[in-house]
Nanobody
């Protein structure tokens, strides 16, 4: 059974930084990404890092967030800088293996103004 465990969330002031981690129970030589869901809103895509290299970002986080991976540790990271109150959400990672999508349980990020 594939398990993804996120960590690194917390409370931070606007302008601050956090680094989220997503540890997988299997090799992560696949596409992986981060989504977030704010209260009362639909889940939205944040960033993807591709197995072949390269990454994409949502317009709202481009230039502030950086996704990276450590394949030796089966871990994907999301470095979040210049955080804004509108970044407040539960952040979840996703691992795509062929047609299967695996999700973590999420970690809360709260940005105070």
């Amino acid at each position: 059974q594939v398990q993804l465990v996120e960590s690194g969330g917390g409370l931070v002031q606007a302008g601050g930084s956090l680094r989220l981690s997503c540890a997988a129970s299997i090799s992560i030589f696949n596409d992986m990404g981060w989504y977030r869901q704010a209260p009362g809103k639909q889940r939205e895509w944040v960033a993807t890092i591709y197995s072949g290299g390269g990454a994409d970002y949502a317009h709202s986080v481009k230039g502030r967030f950086t996704i990276s991976r450590d394949n030796a540790k089966n871990t994907v990271y999301l470095q979040m800088n210049s955080l804004k109150p509108e970044d407040t959400a539960v952040y979840s990672c996703i691992l795509v293996v062929r047609t299967n999508h695996y999700w973590g349980q999420g970690t809360q990020v709260t940005v105070s103004s």
